[in-house]
């Protein structure tokens, strides 16, 4: 199976920044395109950010768009997202997920998760 794991999360003020980190361990990370999701209580998971499997593409979630970039390094098989100027609304989990083939913003198309990463913004 392909492993996910996570890294990065933590409180922040609102108008601070984090950096977030997925570690895969997956031979052909190359053949997976990968998002972000993230669930607050009490709220469905939602998508957050997706980067096709040569990061030559990307998509983001309205409400993020502007200030999180997603980004990754295939030597490394890993990916991030940097979060800017963070709102309390952004507070929630935080999952990496990834997908065969081409990029996507529905969750149910993921085939593989992360344990995810509480990001935490106060006010």
């Known amino acids: 199976q392909v492993q996910l794991v996570e890294s990065g999360g933590g409180l922040v003020q609102a108008g601070g920044s984090l950096r977030l980190s997925c570690a895969a361990s997956a031979r052909t990370f190359s053949n997976y395109a990968m998002g972000w999701f993230r669930q607050a209580p009490g709220k469905e998971r939602e998508f957050v950010a997706v980067i096709s499997r040569t990061g030559g593409s990307t998509y983001y979630a309205d409400s993020v768009k502007g200030r999180f970039t997603i980004s990754r390094d295939n030597a490394k098989n890993t990916v991030y997202l940097q979060m800017n100027s963070l709102k309390p609304e952004d507070t929630a989990v935080y999952y990496c997920?990834?997908?065969?083939?081409?990029?996507?913003?529905?969750?149910?198309?993921?085939?593989?998760w992360g344990q995810g990463t509480q990001v935490t913004v106060s006010s």
């Open positions: 997920a990834g997908k065969g083939g081409g990029i996507s913003w529905t969750r149910r198309s993921y085939d593989y």
